[in-house]
């Protein structure tokens, strides 16, 4: 490790150990911290009112370019399987670097054993799972925290604030807290210098007298006496949508309200929708009616997330509606309040170590079904559900498709009426006509119809974003505006590259001045101040809640301007693109274009999305086109499918693509008359990229086309229902299976596999209801997807509440099993292409 990597690591192990002396405060379970443990493997360590070891902790910083690998890991491990604590102690090891594949076996093995399931981690270490090596090791947990120093202390000056007695202001709570966190800070450095272990330990009322609080400040404040303050307080900021967000099942009903989401039971939910859909605006509608009803929700941006701290995320949002701050302990008081509901929105945007993180954090209480309702909420349903146990069914919404007739109702709430009655229709006309499928977008609507209402002309989406920050500019009077979104664009590539669209204030900064910089030799001298007050009085960066994190006023924002820097070429292409990248490189595309080096980049990593990039690809085709279609179909189709094609231009002008297998020709006029009457073909009057997805499609619609068999004969008892449902449910999940290897690549077949979910089914058989009986007897299965296969027979028509769908016998059972997994898979892969596509 060279200097700097030494002294960051240093300043992240202190980070950590100011944190962790916190928890003393707000733990009567624990009287004192360790910094430098007894032993080597042990960093920190807390200590139980006996003084011995309750938790320890080694925190440990990586540089980018490595990974954590299984023999570290375990080894690690093994070392601390050795310390000499007392049963039931724990061990956590933080790291803000990166895991490579071995390393996520270590992390997902020791998740098993925290909820009971030890087999994984015994074979990883080569021990019997009953022994005492495997018991004391699965009370171990790896966390990955990226955000850094910075976020760490700030975190910590937080968490001092709302100990602090009689403040007089919130500046000068927060220059009290930074000062007492800083004398902590020193003295925690001044213990772990010293060779006596005994002299490395500080008590509890060594760490209140550091921060200049009494011990009576560290007393728990009870959430019951700040639940009607903070009910009146959302009452007084109450959120009503011009057009209200609507929510559609995943579970074979009709689209309902956001208000749903209330419906009592502990069951978790999740929300997907694209950027833009309105689901941020949909949990501030849920809360506003939740508050109406006396009933309470809170909604967390998982951009403020602090790996290991939940309890933290949800008291920094109680504080941020309430005006002042809260112990992290009410957190946890509310987190066990049966109650509430927590919503945490952009859990799909943040990084995959993140998500992992906030999944071990809520393990306990969502398996347990005690505690608040949680609600999350991301781009990506299969995202979303991976912060949920694998074996747990969650209620599971996708935002409703923004349809004709709401968006005329936006339209009409969007422009003046007095510009004449049919104003609205034709501002949605033109708006549509340019948006094209984008017109479902909420966001994105509303924007491009004030565009067309104040008479600012644009061209596509991307146009439509600059012509909406030229317009903030101007509305603002934030001069530099222009020269400040390369800049920030830069700051927002950088961000993404590490899968997130924010960033703690101090590394927030630290981008800006090297954006800056960088941006000097070719634009000349830009202050990284003067670029930051600019982005901030038009109000494109805000900051998210107490933790102040810095973040684009709407996540697409930061799409645009990291799309926009990289057509600009302020930045490099990345490197490891990855599913948030998708639409920073539509922007790019979009006011760059599209060659062969990104449409393979894009096919390779992000297959899905080519339907979308597709109609970018504008370029003439000519002798090269039949070789740059082919590396796109190598790509995207699986071993043994025609990934080549002959072409042949139309008297129309659009050029005809035959499907083959191997290297295409530019055919003669009679030779193409010929193929088009044998082999499939697709014409286009797009590029080469619009041509292979063309053929892409037509190649997917025939291979998912299923059998046209019938489903299994009508049972005649409840007990050959069961039967049947069970039967069949496999024979789908077997088909599922068989079509996803059979239709794609290896490499893309974990995304459509997780989009699909389960293709187990757990449900019951109950007698169907005189109004829905067809002949003779008659069933209905309540049934909800699941890994396995479990179906049994219910006593009556009152059975199986539990679950979250409801179909008739025949309709689940009808179809043939080749039938219905077509289906599955052709809607799990629309879904990812944004849209019917197949």
């Known amino acids: 490790m060279g200097g700097v990597d030494t002294y960051r690591g240093i300043a992240y192990q202190h ?66 399987a050795a310390v000499d604590a007392p049963e039931g102690a724990s061990f956590q090891f933080v790291t803000d670097g990166r895991l490579g594949p071995s390393g996520v076996q270590v992390r997902d093995a020791l998740a098993e054993a925290a909820a009971g399931r030890r087999a994984s981690l015994a074979e990883l270490l080569g021990e019997d799972a009953d022994g005492a090596t495997v018991r004391k090791i699965a009370c171990a947990t790896l966390v990955q925290d990226p955000g850094g120093t910075g976020a760490l202390l700030a975190r910590a000056d937080r968490q001092v604030m709302a100990l602090l007695p009689s403040v007089r202001s919130r500046v000068d709570a927060m220059e009290r807290a930074r000062s007492a966190v800083d004398a902590l800070l020193r003295l925690l450095l001044d213990r772990a210098c010293r060779p006596d272990a005994a002299h490395r330990v500080v008590s509890r009322d060594e760490i209140c007298c550091a921060l200049g609080i009494p011990p009576s400040s560290t007393a728990v404040r009870s959430w019951a006496d700040m639940r009607d303050p903070y009910l009146a307080a959302i009452a007084a900021d109450a959120h009503f949508a011009a057009v209200p967000a609507r929510l559609h099942p995943q579970a074979d009903q009709p689209a309902v309200g956001v208000d749903a989401l209330l419906v009592d039971g502990a069951t978790p939910g999740a929300v997907a929708g694209p950027t833009g859909a309105g689901k941020s605006t949909a949990a501030r509608e849920l809360r506003t009616a939740a508050a109406a009803q006396g009933r309470v929700v809170i909604v967390a941006h998982a951009e403020t997330y602090i790996p290991g701290r939940v309890d933290a995320l949800v008291a920094d949002t109680v504080s941020d509606v309430l005006g002042r701050e809260i112990p992290t302990l009410t957190g946890r008081q509310i987190l066990a309040d049966n109650g509430t509901v927590i919503v945490i929105d952009g859990v799909s945007e943040v990084p995959e170590p993140v998500r992992t993180a906030l999944a071990e954090d809520l393990r306990a209480s969502v398996a347990s079904g005690r505690g608040a309702r949680l609600i999350l909420l991301g781009r990506g349903l299969a995202a979303v559900r991976s912060v949920l146990p694998a074996s747990f069914a969650p209620s599971l919404f996708r935002m409703e498709p923004f349809g004709r007739v709401r968006r005329q109702a936006l339209a009409e709430c969007t422009v003046d009426t007095s510009a004449g009655e049919g104003a609205a229709r034709v501002a949605l006309a033109r708006a549509e006509r340019a948006l094209g499928d984008a017109a479902g977008n909420p966001m994105l609507l509303e924007m491009t119809i004030g565009l067309i209402a104040s008479g600012v002309p644009f061209e596509d989406r991307a146009a439509v974003y600059n012509a909406f920050l030229d317009r903030l500019a101007i509305k603002t009077g934030a001069d530099g505006l222009g020269v400040a979104t390369v800049v920030l664009g830069a700051c927002f590539a950088r961000l993404l590259d590490e899968g997130r669209r924010y960033s703690d204030p101090y590394t927030w900064r630290r981008l800006l001045v090297e954006a800056a910089r960088d941006q000097s030799a070719v634009i000349g001298p830009i202050e990284a101040s003067a670029v930051d007050e600019t982005a901030r009085r038009s ?22 301007l990291a799309g926009l820097a990289l057509a600009r070429g302020a930045v490099a292409f990345p490197t490891d693109v990855k599913a948030c990248d998708e639409e920073r490189l539509l922007f790019a595309a979009q006011i760059g274009g599209l060659d062969l ?151 893309h077949r974990a995304a459509v596999a997780a989009e699909i979910g389960p293709t187990g089914l757990t449900g019951q058989i109950l007698p169907a209801h005189d109004n829905l009986r067809r002949r003779g007897a008659d069933w209905t299965v309540a049934y909800t997807q699941t890994k396995g296969i479990d179906v049994s027979v219910s006593d009556g028509h009152t059975g199986g509440d539990a679950h979250l769908s409801r179909r008739t016998l025949d309709s689940l059972i009808g179809a043939s099993a080749s039938s219905e997994a077509a289906k599955r898979v052709s809607e799990a892969i629309d879904r990812l292409a944004g849209g019917r596509w197949l």
């Open 15 to 80: 980070a950590q150990a100011v944190l962790s002396a916190l928890d003393v405060l707000e733990s009567d379970e624990l009287s004192s911290i360790r910094v430098e443990g007894n032993d080597d493997v042990i960093d920190i360590e807390l200590l139980d009112v006996s003084g011995r070891v309750a938790v320890g902790k080694q925190a440990k910083v990586r540089a980018d370019e490595y990974t954590w690998a299984k023999a570290e890991l375990v080894g690690l491990l093994r070392r601390w």
């Open 539 to 560: 109000g494109l960066l805000v900051r998210l809640g107490q933790s102040e994190t810095v973040a684009a006023v709407h996540d697409s924002f930061a799409d645009y």
């Open 597 to 747: 080096v990104f449409a393979e980049t894009v096919a390779s990593r992000l297959p899905f999305a080519l339907p979308r990039f597709a109609p970018l690809d504008r370029r003439a085709l000519g002798d090269g086109s039949a070789e740059e279609l082919s590396v796109v179909l190598r790509a995207v189709l699986p071993p043994g499918a025609p990934t080549c094609a002959d072409l042949w231009r139309h008297p129309d002008g659009r050029v005809v693509a035959f499907s083959r297998f191997d290297a295409g020709v530019w055919l003669t006029d009679d030779a193409a008359h010929a193929a088009m009457a044998t082999r499939p073909w697709v014409a286009g009057a797009g590029g080469p990229i619009d041509l292979a997805v063309r053929l892409w499609r037509q190649w997917l619609v025939g291979a998912l086309r299923g059998m046209g068999a019938t489903g299994r004969p009508r049972p005649t008892s409840a007990e050959e229902a069961r039967d049947a449902v069970a039967s069949h449910a496999a024979d789908v999940a077997a088909e599922v299976d068989r079509l996803v290897r059979a239709t794609m690549p290896a490499g």
